[in-house]
């Protein structure tokens, strides 16, 4: 069975900082991976995915995540956060076929002036 | 607007009191997912429907009950069984092709009384 990492519960960073948001995942085979944002109330807004090909995805907002399958990882990065980046970050992976999908106890990030 | 609805946003009930909620989506999508959301648990799975008139349990169906007798329409049934039910609930819909992405309402927050 498939599982997913996300070692930071909480993240603090200041506007204008660089962010990274750490993501494992555990799946035999090639996964399909998955970012998603929530705000608070919210439902999910999927900022990029990974199936195959380029291993460094762009998504929208301006984040990107690069796969790495020899660490089994897919962090999402940021090169400068904005107050409006705060909410919480899920990571998930998927198998495809119905595509079960699994989520990570996502990380909240918090944005400080 | 294509997108997915869920209502009410709130619902209080009773402890032992059924309650439906409601998901519906225009997006012409083939599959519908329920999922439970609890402080630092992530999403579990509750249900999923892959066509009309067939569901399969998830990871923690025991206490819940759907129905997918429409396409564009998967109701979830918390029943007087599921002994935890305060929770958030989130559906989702997804096209059905295997890199599909999986897209979501905006929730229902159910606190049982």
């Known amino acids: 069975a498939q599982s997913v990492t996300q070692p930071d519960i909480h993240i603090t960073v200041s506007e204008g900082a660089s962010l990274e948001l750490r993501c494992n995942y555990s799946y035999g085979a090639t996964p399909y991976l998955f970012w998603y944002v929530q705000s608070p109330g919210q439902g999910l807004q999927l900022l990029l995915k990974y199936f195959s090909g380029d291993t460094l995805v762009q998504g929208i907002k301006g984040f990107e995540a690069e796969f790495k399958r020899s660490q089994s990882s897919f962090n999402l990065r940021k090169p400068s956060v904005h107050w409006s980046d705060a909410a919480e970050y899920f990571c998930a992976v998927g198998t495809g076929g119905y595509q079960k999908v699994t989520f990570g106890t996502g990380t909240k990030l918090q944005v400080i002036p | 607007d294509g997108g997915i609805t869920q209502s009410p946003k709130y619902l209080f009930r009773k402890e032992g009191q059924n309650v439906t909620l409601s998901c519906e989506q225009n997006l012409n999508h083939d599959a519908m997912y329920w999922y439970r959301q609890d402080p630092g648990q992530g999403l579990r799975l509750i249900y999923y429907s892959q066509i009309v008139n067939d569901f399969q349990k998830g990871d923690i169906a025991e206490g819940y009950s759907v129905s997918r007798e429409k396409k564009e329409s998967f109701p979830l049934t918390v029943t007087s069984a599921q002994k935890n039910p305060t929770a958030f609930y989130l559906c989702?819909?997804?096209?059905?092709?295997?890199?599909?992405?999986?897209?979501f309402g905006p929730g229902t927050r159910l606190t049982v009384l």
């Open positions: 989702a819909s997804r096209q059905g092709g295997r890199t599909d992405t999986q897209y």
